[in-house]
């Protein structure tokens, strides 16, 4: 089992910046890989950004050149810096972690981010 606690998030006007933090707990040792997803109401989850164990990162067309996610040398807690915020990155934002061989996925709370025009 793995734990995911967030943090970060708020409400910031467009153009402003904001930091996400994700700390995992429990078995770390399988964690392949961790992320951000967000959801607005009415659509589907949707991948922001992925780190891998290993360094590799995914970024969302929308979000690149915007956002950074990084990974701790601890490979538990994963940053979202987010800047140049857009009305439309409005969500909640959620961590997700893969672990072990199968991928298993666990998901924290989830954190509101509003953005205003």
């Known amino acids: 089992q793995v734990q995911l606690m967030e943090s970060g998030g708020g409400l910031v006007e467009s153009g402003g910046s904001l930091r996400l933090s994700c700390a995992a707990s429990g078995r770390i040792g399988g964690i392949n890989s961790m992320a951000w997803f967000r959801q607005a109401p009415g659509n589907q989850r949707e991948l922001v950004a992925e780190i891998t164990s290993g360094g590799s990162i995914t970024y969302a067309a929308d979000v690149k050149g915007r956002f950074i996610i990084s990974m701790a040398n601890t490979k538990s807690t994963v940053q979202l810096e987010m800047n140049n915020l857009k009305p439309e990155d409005t969500a909640v934002y959620l961590c997700?972690?893969?672990w072990g061989l199968g991928f298993v996925k666990y998901w924290g709370q989830g954190t509101q981010v509003t953005v205003s025009s």
């Open positions: 997700n972690v893969q």
